[in-house]
Each structure stands twice: as structure tokens, then as C-alpha cells.
């Protein structure tokens, strides 16, 4: 079991796990506090730096985020943040990097529908390749997944060490691809791709919740059908590639490549292995 400084190299010293579930249980006590669809769908009337209305949610789940990064500044911790709401916050130094998704999966938490999640990823440069560590609460099932960059994943703080092998369907197909941005019009776009890769999918509703799924191969590969954003994604990529799985950023030269800011640069898949990962990446895109 990982401690719960388990940040490698030079921003060891800091708390970061004990930071992402102070803010958990922030974020928690916000849904506590609008438990109903009625309440939790009450916007600010501002729009976020990432371009989507700004829920009371958001906003009062970023607070508590945020109240935990300046704690950590206090503590000598510099970085910049990355945020859906607030965009980017210099908190001392441009080339850490704190990419935060207060709710990922924020359709779902207004309407009372099980997975949405927090996701932190710090990084010490500015694309998905420097993740270093990544933090994922998914307040559906109470599940906490995260991973340091060489020291492996975490599931509830049980390695990942051993994942399932991908499942196959007698016919070659994989058994079970989780999709996301399911836009019908994109799904349409991409139904007789998805009829030659897999045998059912499933839409969960987050982006990271969905790529946790890879990682313990709950699902046997995830693809979005259309481009996502870092906040996202940050997180989750680095807890699949550190079980062991493979991900691929597809419009970047260099599948980790993607850049961590608020822009939808690329679809994402995700997988166990080359070849599911290859028949993921031939989903079209919008």
C-alpha cells in the first residue's frame, strides 16, 4: 500500500493524496447539501473557462478543491492550476501543473444518476505524457483510484498489480467497450465502426470514471466520439497506463501528446492491449 505522500520525485513533501480527499469529502458534503435534481440543477448563470454553464455545484465542489491547493501553497507547494471553472491559476510555478475537474460527469450529478467523480492530475510538464500522478473519486459506488507515475495504481488502496486479461467474443469482437460523449449524432456516425470492434457498449456519463473502468478491465476497452478535454482525462489516463493498459490521445502525433489545458483537443481510447487499442482508434470523430 502506497502511503499517503506517494507523489515520486521532487514534490514528494507534499500531501497531495491527503489533499485530493480532503476535497473529496468537500465535495461530498456539497451533494449532501443539494441532495435533489431540483437543487443541483441551478446554474450560476456564468459560463467556465472550459465553455460550459457553470452549476452552484461546480462552483461551491471547485471552492472546496481549491481550498486544498491553497493550503498546499502555504505549505510551500508551487504550481499552476488548470481548471474547468476557473481555468488557469498561477499558483507560483508554470511548469507543475494541477489539472482539476471538480465534477467529472456533471449531467449525471443533476440528475441524480450514479457516476460522476473528482479528478486531479499533477504533472511536472505540460502534456499527458508528464501525469504523474492522478486522483479519481467516483461518488457513485465510493471508489478511489489513483496512480504515481512508475509506482503503479490504486484501487480503495489495492494495487492494480494484475488486471484481467481483455474479453473476447467468439467472433474476434471485444465483449464490452464503455463509449462516452455519446452525442446521438456521433453515435450514429460511428455505429457500423462499433459493429466491427465490439459487442456492446456502454455509455456511463464520465470521462474519467470510464477510463478507470480500462483499468481494471470492468470493460475491455473506452473510446470518446469526440474530443475531450485535459481536465477530463489527466487523471484517469495515467491510473490505466500505470495498470498496465494503453491510451492514445488519436488527432496528437504522439499519443500521449495531448496538452493540458481547457481546449478539446482529441479523442481518447483506451485499452489492454495494441490491438484492441488500434481497433479503437479507427472509431470516427467529430
Known sequence: MATARDVPGD???????????????GLREVLIEHPTSRERVVETGELGKGGDRTLV??????????????????DGARF????????FVDFGDP????????????MN???????????????????????????????????????????????NDEPLAAPQPERRR???????????SAD??????????????TGRV?????????????????????????????????????VVRESGGLVAFTEMDDPLGAPLDLEPRSPVVAARTDQALAELATLPST
Open 95 to 106: 511548469d507543475v501543473r494541477v489539472v482539476v475537474d471538480p465534477i467529472d460527469g456533471s
Open 170 to 180: 467468439r467472433d474476434g469482437k471485444l465483449e464490452l467497450v464503455a463509449i462516452e
Open 80 to 87: 499552476t492550476a488548470v481548471s474547468e471553472e476557473r481555468g
Open 202 to 238: 456502454r455509455a456511463i456519463g464520465s470521462i474519467a470514471v470510464s477510463l478507470c473502468q480500462v483499468a481494471a478491465t470492468r470493460v475491455d476497452g473506452m473510446a470518446t466520439l469526440w474530443r475531450c478535454r485535459a481536465v477530463d482525462a489527466a487523471a484517469a489516463q495515467l
Open 11 to 25: 514534490l514528494f513533501s507534499f500531501d497531495w493524496l491527503g489533499a485530493c480527499r480532503t476535497a473529496a469529502q
Open 109 to 155: 450529478a443533476k440528475r441524480g444518476l450514479s457516476h460522476y467523480s473528482l479528478s486531479i492530475a499533477l504533472a511536472d510538464g505540460p502534456t499527458m505524457a508528464d501525469v504523474l500522478y492522478g486522483y479519481v473519486y467516483d461518488f457513485g459506488p465510493g471508489e478511489e483510484w489513483r496512480a504515481s507515475r512508475g509506482l503503479g495504481a490504486f484501487l
Open 184 to 197: 446521438p449524432r456521433w453515435l450514429a456516425a460511428s455505429s457500423d465502426a462499433l459493429v466491427q470492434v
Open 57 to 74: 455545484i461546480d462552483a461551491l465542489a471547485e471552492d472546496a478543491v481549491f481550498g486544498e491547493l491553497e493550503r498546499l501553497y502555504a
